[in-house]
C-alpha cells in the first residue's frame, strides 16, 4: 500500500527566506509521480509542482522546487524567497501507477501549515 | 476556460436527507474524482471515474453514490446524510501527460 509522510504539522518563515516542507513516500510501485499542491485560507486545491520518479532533474517551477531523493523516498517542496501570499496549507501527494493503480489515485498527506511572517 | 465547477458552495442539510453534490468540467477530461477533507485526514479519495458509465470506490465510499452518464458531469450523491459527513468535498478531473488532478473550488457542507 501507498503511503504519504509529512512530519511538519506547522511553521513559520519569516518573507524573503527560503523553506523547506519535508515529504516522504512509501510504494513498491517502480513508477510512480508526486505532486504538491497548496491550499490557502480560501480553501481551493492549487496544483504547485510534480516530480516523476524516472525524471532525472529536480522539477522546478519558478520559485518552487522539489528536492526528490529517490533512494530514500523524500520530495521535499523548497520554496525560495517567501512571500506572504504563500502563507497557505501545503500538501504533497503520490500517484501510483502500473498494475497496482492504473486509475491515477492520488495519495494525500496530511499537510504542513505554513505561515510567511513581515 | 471554466474548468471545473462545483454546486452549490455551501449547504447545510439535515440528518436523513438526501444532498447531491454537483461537478462539471468544461475540459472534457476521461477521469474524475471525489475527495473530502477532513481535519486530521487530509483528503481522502470518495469515488473515481475513467469514463462515463464507469466509476470504483475509493477509500471512504460508504454511504455515497456517484453517477456519471455524461463525461462533463460527475454528481456525488449522500442518500441519507449522517453528522460524520459533515465536510469539505472536492471534485477533480486528471489531464495532461503527468496526469495532474486540478480541482474545483469545493464544498462545504454541514449535517445538522
Known amino acids: 500500500a501507498q503511503k504519504i509522510t509529512q512530519t511538519q504539522p506547522g511553521m513559520f518563515v519569516q518573507e524573503k527566506e527560503a523553506v523547506t516542507l519535508d515529504c516522504t513516500y512509501d510504494t513498491s510501485d517502480p513508477s510512480y509521480g508526486l505532486f504538491w499542491y497548496k491550499q490557502p485560507s480560501s480553501g481551493e486545491m492549487i496544483f504547485l509542482i510534480y516530480q516523476g520518479s524516472y525524471d532525472q532533474q529536480n522539477a522546478t517551477e519558478g520559485r518552487y522546487s522539489l528536492n526528490f531523493q529517490k533512494a530514500r523516498k523524500s520530495a521535499n517542496l523548497v520554496i525560495s524567497a517567501s512571500q506572504l501570499g504563500d502563507s497557505a496549507m501545503y500538501f504533497c501527494?503520490?500517484?501510483?501507477?502500473?498494475?497496482?493503480?492504473?486509475?491515477?489515485?492520488?495519495?494525500f498527506g496530511a499537510g504542513t501549515q505554513v505561515v510567511v511572517t513581515p | 476556460d471554466a474548468g471545473i465547477t462545483q454546486s452549490p458552495r455551501y449547504k447545510i442539510t439535515e440528518t436523513g436527507r438526501q444532498v447531491t453534490l454537483m461537478c462539471h468540467q468544461t475540459?472534457?477530461?476521461?477521469?474524475m474524482f471525489w475527495y473530502r477533507q477532513d481535519l486530521g485526514h487530509g483528503l481522502r479519495l470518495i469515488y473515481y471515474s475513467a469514463a462515463a458509465d464507469i466509476t470504483d470506490k475509493g477509500e471512504v465510499p460508504d454511504g455515497y453514490v456517484v453517477s456519471r452518464s455524461k463525461t462533463e458531469n460527475f454528481p456525488l450523491t449522500l442518500e441519507s446524510a449522517t453528522r460524520s459527513q459533515t465536510s469539505v468535498y472536492f471534485c477533480a478531473s486528471r489531464r495532461g501527460v503527468k496526469e495532474t488532478q486540478y480541482f474545483g473550488p469545493g464544498t462545504r457542507l454541514l449535517v445538522l
Open positions: 501527494a503520490m500517484r501510483g501507477a502500473g498494475s497496482t493503480d492504473s486509475w491515477g489515485k492520488l495519495q
Open positions: 475540459w472534457s477530461h476521461s477521469y
